[in-house]
């Protein structure tokens, strides 16, 4: 019987030669090699007897295990590296066919080991996907978390995923209200239980207004908050008015919210507002005096209206 040093020495020297014969084959004496390596481990895998392949795959195993278990974090990022990267390749030079027989092989596997698993494994499995989802959502949001307390108008938000809440697509079956993605489908009208009127159609000139085809219309659409503000009867007002120095995209109040009437008439030195400007008598000066309050808005548009 050998030593085990002289076992060892044989083994590597073998590894060196075979190495040394491998670099040197070319690309088709390499392709023969490999399929007649396959030819070889199917039939011996064919004359194996169930022992045998348990056995044999336990001892694949626990090679596998020891190495990965030895290998450096460079060495395991380069093997995991190298298995996509095969895997890519592999699954890009698949047919439909292939793919689809790929993907049905692979669900009958997966359900195979669900039905094999034990009450235990499988509250252990359901448990490890619960946690590896919430790690992946909270790894999601925390480059991002309290962004909306420190707002910066240099950031472009539109490069990140969560911020976007889709369009308006959804068409609700039946009622026809729009709705995002993931808003609910009973919200608008419970799945048909709530039936409102529909809504009729505006009456002129704000039908014309609200087309967007001419000039006009688009001018009144682009301007319709300021147009709405000509027509406001009372002044929005709060308890404490919240104002924070910087770039500031969103009104804050403390307290209480209230609406401000005012006197019916101004006083001597002041302009006609809100309210008071409906108790001015002329429709040509109340017009006027609304464009006057609101800059950038039309008087012919606001007389109309």
Known sequence: MRPPEQTRNRVDNQRTKQAAARAAESSQER???????????????????????????DHQ???????RAAESSQEREARVNEVRARRATSIAA???????????????????????DSPAQRRTRSEDQRTRQAASRAARWTSIEGEAFRYNPG?????????????????????????????????????????????????????????????RSKHFLEHIRKYNCCFQMTSFGATNEVCEPG??????????????????????????????????????????????????????IVLEL
Request: aromatic content about 6%; hydrophobic content about 30%.
């Open 31 to 57: 392709e023969a090699r490999i399929g007649e390596d396959r030819t070889r481990n199917a039939a011996s895998r064919a004359a194996e007897t169930p022992e045998q392949t348990h056995n044999r795959v």
């Open 61 to 67: 195993r626990t090679k596998q295990a020891a190495a």
């Open 94 to 116: 698949e047919s439909p066919q292939q793919r689809q027989t790929r993907a049905g092989d692979q669900r009958t596997r997966q359900a195979a080991l669900r039905a094999a």
């Open 155 to 215: 950031n472009n938000y539109e490069d990140y995923p969560q911020f976007d809440i889709g369009r308006m697509a959804n068409a609700c079956m039946y009622c026809g209200a729009l709705k995002w993605i993931g808003e609910a489908p009973g919200m608008c009208c419970a799945g048909g239980k709530v039936r409102l009127t529909p809504l009729q159609p505006p009456p002129e000139p704000l039908a014309s207004l609200m087309s967007g085809t001419t000039p």
């Open 247 to 300: 770039f500031m995209p969103t009104f804050k109040v403390q307290g209480q919210v209230y609406h401000r009437v005012g006197s019916l008439l101004p006083l001597a030195n002041q302009q006609h507002q809100f309210l008071q400007i409906y108790f001015m008598g002329d429709e040509q000066l109340q017009a006027k005096q609304r464009c006057s309050n609101i800059p950038g808005v039309k008087g012919d």
